[in-house]
């Protein structure tokens, strides 16, 4: 049996001549290949590359019939080279004519060969291409062969990502590193974005991958992990790695992979074959990441993102320069892309120049997602493996409405989305001239518009849209975006400037709702098994009065000679809203005892989003001073369908006769006994769903700022009469259908309401 002559450093150190050498692009790939096919000892070395049609054509070989170069063209679901750039794993084989996968290619003269040996050319890992050796005889490709050959495509990955191969595609055959992409992910905040990559954490670039001095490049790998294990011991010594989503078990896992041996092992094996320690980085990681991205299990995905963090934890600490995101300043048309990020990280940069957001994690009730709406930038979540895909400086368009990402998209895609965008600014136009038209119905039905808010950056909106008011203050947001908990007198800070900015405008603060899927990275939060149904909202707010009652005299200060508003999340029954209300008194027996000014009204409201509250009505509305749906719960546990969970959480229809049955109970239970009862879920916001909540009876709405002009403009085409009768009548009769959507949408469409 024959071996790699020289082994793989030699055949690096060619690579590296070659590269080196004057010439054009393709004759250094013809004289790799033959570089590579005499250092195997092989017959046949040729090299293929991804095309963005997501054909494999031949770009070079040494063996195989010259006149193949350019015209053998292989589909990624045809033979054996296919099957490596699918599964972006080697295939070692010494009788390569009886796989089932084998096909020929006449023109390439291969049927002479039997043994064969392929792998992937990978980056951040992608495919790119396949490099294969084959041979005449039977032959049993080693381990180490494997492993050269491997090594070899990270120089040839480069090669390709590179201007110079690209330039050798031939017109309209484009290779599919640089391919334009279109991928669904989605929608956390409206809107559409053009402009040019930023990572939110940049990749270091690996300028240097063959190694000069192989032993110099082990004691720089070494050097740079002791140094990665002191800086993370630090962090977490310091207690302060709430920023930028360096949450503590973020870092327990980073510092648990810095001592894995196996990790650190396949490295320093890679620079043994020649790379430089960043090559060795970037080269296991990127296999790791071929291997990885073929996997659904989430827990290993997740692992993933870990293993990333790490190797480019690595990747900085042999280039000394830091981690952490990239800071604030950006160029224009600005569009962040990153696995995922926290809410100040967000709110670092300069809003100005930003124009979209991706992520790869990141659902639409996330926060970041709140923040990215409250901000107005159009963004779009659970994009798989976007930071892997683009580089800096790529031109990227967001459609966060529809959930769409156009990665390096073609001039005709580009100009569609101009063009969308403008009818867009041209709608929102449109929306503004209602701005001052009161939001009165055909038939003389007034309802009142009010907005969703959690940051002072919402504000503005209220003077923009002309609402009535803020509906819903989710102040968890402020406690979200803090590196540690505000003390009363930062929320009391924030609640002023709130109330000064509402200019008179009624404004309902909704008390701490933490827990569930909104953790504060400061807290300690036990594991629950089901965090939905868990210790959270107002459950927190009794068992931990002092976090309550600091929020409660926060808000009573702020509202100093004003009117107060506070409802409270979350409530199952109607004792925990008196135990609520009793701290409200006591806060206000406080106040009193120490001379602080009180607000001139305190109104105590209860969020239905429970459905126990159903059956309590009576005695809740008795108790409340106004209810508000919040339907966005409401609907997940009346369904049993998780929020969060793409799955099933759009299985059943708000608009469904449960659904609509539940909410006009709330509101005409609510009407007799004199209890205002609004709606604060995101349903308000959507003009089907608003249409369909007035018909049932309510008379007040709240939601996110760019839904008004949309709600606005379905309520002035709107006659109520008629729809109350259909929607009656529908329940009536049909209330074993599974949504009454179709039926509204009719509605609408007969009688020419937007929507
Ligand atoms: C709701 O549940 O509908 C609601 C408004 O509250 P949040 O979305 O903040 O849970
Ligand atoms: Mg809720």
Redesign the pocket.
């Given at each position: 049996m024959r071996g790699a002559l020289g082994g793989p450093r030699v055949l690096l150190r060619r690579l590296r001549e070659v590269m080196a050498e004057p010439v054009s692009a393709q004759e250094k790939l013809d004289r790799i290949v033959v570089l590579i096919a005499g250092n195997m000892v092989a017959e046949v070395c040729s090299v293929y590359v991804l095309r963005a049609d997501n054909n494999l054509e031949l770009y070079a070989t040494e063996g195989l019939k010259p006149e193949a170069v350019h015209r053998t063209v292989i589909s990624t679901d045809e033979g054996l080279v296919g099957l490596i750039a699918s599964s972006a794993e080697p295939l070692a084989l010494s009788d390569a004519q009886s796989h089932p996968a084998f096909s020929y290619k006449p023109e390439t003269g291969e049927e002479i060969y039997h043994s064969f040996l392929g792998v992937p050319v990978l980056r951040a890992g992608n495919t790119l291409g396949v490099l294969v050796v084959q041979n005449r005889a039977y032959r049993v490709y080693t381990e180490e062969e494997i492993e050269a050959l491997q090594t070899t495509t990270m120089v040839m990955a480069e090669m390709v990502a590179s201007g110079d191969v690209q330039a050798l595609a031939p017109p309209g055959q484009d290779i599919a590193v640089r391919r334009p992409l279109a991928l669904k992910g989605v929608s956390l905040a409206d809107g559409i974005g053009l402009g040019y990559v930023v990572l939110h954490e940049p990749r270091i670039i690996v300028q240097r991958m063959i190694a000069e001095d192989v032993n110099q490049e082990l004691v720089r790998l070494d050097r740079a992990v002791q140094a990665l294990r002191a800086s993370i011991d630090r962090l977490l010594e310091r207690g302060d790695v709430a920023h930028h989503g360096e949450h503590r078990d973020v870092l327990e896992t980073v510092r648990m992979f810095a001592n894995d041996q196996g990790w650190l092992r396949r490295i320093r094996e890679a620079v043994i074959s020649g790379l430089t320690a960043e090559g060795a980085v970037e080269r296991v990681q990127s296999d790791t990441r071929a291997r990885m991205l073929r996997q659904t299990d989430p827990y290993l995905r997740d692992r993933l993102h870990d293993l990333d963090e790490i190797a480019n934890r690595l990747l900085h600490s042999l280039a000394g320069t830091s981690f952490g995101g990239h800071k604030g300043a950006l160029p224009d048309n600005a569009i962040l892309v990153a696995r995922s990020m926290g809410p100040a990280a967000l709110l670092d940069y300069d809003r100005s120049r930003l124009r979209g957001l991706v992520l790869e994690e990141g659902g639409p009730?996330s926060h970041i997602a709140i923040v990215a709406r409250a901000l107005g930038i159009p963004a779009v979540g659970e994009v798989a493996n976007i930071v892997g895909i683009v580089e800096t400086g790529d031109a990227i368009i967001v459609d966060g409405t529809s959930g769409d990402v156009q990665v390096r998209p073609q001039a005709n895609v580009e100009a569609a989305y101009a063009e969308k965008a403008r009818l867009r600014a041209r709608r929102q136009e449109q929306y503004r001239r209602l701005r001052d038209l009161p939001a009165v119905t055909r038939d003389g039905v007034a309802v009142s518009l009010s907005i969703n808010a959690g940051l002072i950056v919402d504000m503005p909106h209220l003077t923009e849209t002309a609402a009535e008011g803020v509906g819903?203050f989710?102040t968890e947001l402020q406690f979200m975006v803090a590196e540690r908990l505000p003390s009363t007198s930062e929320q009391q800070a924030l609640y002023e400037q709130v109330l000064a900015e509402a200019n008179g405008a009624p404004v309902t603060f909704r008390t701490l709702?933490i827990g569930g899927d909104k953790i504060l990275p400061y807290m300690e939060i036990t594991d629950e098994e089901n965090p939905a149904l868990g210790w959270r909202a107002i459950r927190i707010g009794l068992d931990r009065p002092a976090l309550l009652r600091s929020q409660v005299r926060a808000l009573l200060k702020a509202a100093a000679g004003r009117e107060l508003r506070i409802m409270f999340?979350m409530v199952a029954t109607v004792d925990e809203f008196l135990r609520a209300k009793a701290i409200v008194g006591k806060e206000k027996a406080y106040l009193k005892r120490h001379g602080y000014p009180k607000p001139s009204a305190v109104a105590l409201g209860v969020?239905i989003?429970v459905p126990s509250l159903l059956f309590q009505l009576e005695e809740i509305c008795r108790e409340a001073d106004f209810v508000s749906i919040?339907?966005?719960?409401?609907m997940q546990f009346l369904f049993a369908a998780d929020r969060e969970n793409r799955q099933v959480a759009g299985r059943f229809d708000p608009l469904s006769p449960a659904g609509l049955r539940a909410l006009r109970m709330i509101v005409t239970q609510a009407r007799q006994h004199e209890c205002s009862a609004t709606v604060?879920?995101?349903m308000g916001g959507r003009p089907l769903e608003a249409m369909a909540l007035i018909g049932l009876g309510y008379r007040g709405l709240s939601m996110p700022p760019a839904a008004v002009g949309p709600v606005k403009a379905m309520i002035l085409e709107l006659d109520v009469g008629a729809l109350t009768k259909t929607l009656d009548e529908a329940l009536r009769k049909e209330g074993s259908v599974t949504s009454l959507r179709a039926r509204l949408e009719t509605f609408a469409a007969d009688n020419a309401i937007p929507i």
């Open positions: 009730t819903l989710r709702d999340p969020m989003e919040g339907s966005n719960d409401l604060c879920g995101e």
